[in-house]
Structure formats: C-alpha cells, structure tokens
C-alpha cells in the first residue's frame, strides 16, 4: 500500500510510520511513537493558532518553542491539555488515549532497563479506543504484515497500530483546519491575477 494523499496533498506515511517504529526496540518504539504524536499535537495546536489573530499566533509561537522561557507550557503533558481544553480534539476517548500513550512514554523514558511492551501496557489505551476497533485492527494486519529484523511481538504491533491511528487521526483534524485557509489563499492568488 502506498502513501495516501490528502485533499491538500500532503502524504499520510502510514506504512513510514509502521516500519520506523517496528525497527525500534520496545522502549524505542514507545518513545519515539510517543514523539511523533507530540509533534502531531503540536501541528495541531500550531494550526489552531494559525486561523487566530497575529498576537495570539506570535504569543503561541514562543510558548511552544523549545528555547521558551515557556519551557513548562511546552511539554507534551502541556500540549495534551491545551488541544483537549480548547476543544481541538473533542472525542474525550481520542484524548484519554493521547493521555494514556503520554503516560507510557514517561514510564518507558524513565526506565534504567530496556523495557518490553506487555498486553498490560496496551490494554488501557485499546479500551479507549474500543469504538474505532475496525480501524485498529486494519493497522495491526497491516504491522503484522511488514518486514522488520526483529521478532514479532503482538503488543508492539498493537501500540504501533495505536500510535499510527492517532497520528492520523490528529493529522485528520489539522487538515480541516488548514484546508480552508489554503482554498481561502488559492482564491486570493486567483482574484489577483484575473
């Protein structure tokens, strides 16, 4: 399966995703699905403020920078709460799942051993997520059916299928909120050049 496109065109690196975190360890692939998520949820608040005004966009800017005398408000624990309390993501199950994996990425960066994924770890975020099972299991086959060098371990297909589906979810959400303003700009170039 390929990369699928958007309506603005961007990519959806689905099976990118699946293989990079597959070729991870177990502690690996919880931090660094962990890491793309953040980052997924950053977007999103980025393109939130993107649609508001130049002084909320600036304010936003250097809140979230990593060099902020923010620093707190820029962790992803902050970034969760933010997206969650101003309702960018209103499907609360999307957000105790988003919460839960922030949870097991602190426990897992915590770890002076190199940890091993187990059903436990994955059973609290899978029961928020009980209403999107079919599209879960879709990205389970579709991890248990890309080639990697490690043994396969049905809890990291099912935390990779987890992240995976949240990524997309949030990439989901940023699209509409960036699509208008895209067809908004077209417009603009258009009526300026006819």
């Not at 299928?161 to 303003?181: D, G, Q, R, S, Y």
Request: hydrophobic residues 45%.
């Amino acid at each position: 399966m390929g990369k699928r496109k958007s309506k603005a065109g961007w990519p959806v690196p689905r099976d990118d995703m699946i293989h990079a975190l597959l070729k991870e360890s177990d502690r690996g692939c919880v931090l660094v699905g962990a890491a793309f998520l953040d980052e997924q949820v950053r977007t999103l608040l980025i393109a939130w403020y993107a649609s508001s005004n130049a002084e909320c966009r600036g304010f936003m800017n250097e809140v979230l920078s990593e060099t902020s005398l923010f620093v707190p408000y820029s962790s992803a624990a902050w970034v969760i709460r933010k997206a969650l309390a101003i309702g960018l993501i209103k499907d609360t199950k999307i957000g105790d799942a988003i919460r839960l994996l922030n949870t097991l990425r602190n426990d897992f960066a915590h770890l002076s051993h190199k940890g091993d994924l187990t059903p436990q770890d994955v059973k609290p975020i899978r029961a928020c997520l009980k209403a999107y099972e079919q599209n879960i299991r879709t990205l389970v086959d579709a991890a248990k059916d890309t080639p990697n060098d490690r043994p396969f371990s049905e809890s990291r297909a099912q935390f990779v299928a987890v992240v995976v589906f949240l990524w997309i979810h949030c990439w989901k959400l940023i699209e509409n909120l960036v699509t208008p303003l895209v067809e908004g700009l077209e417009k603009f170039n258009q009526s300026r050049t006819s």
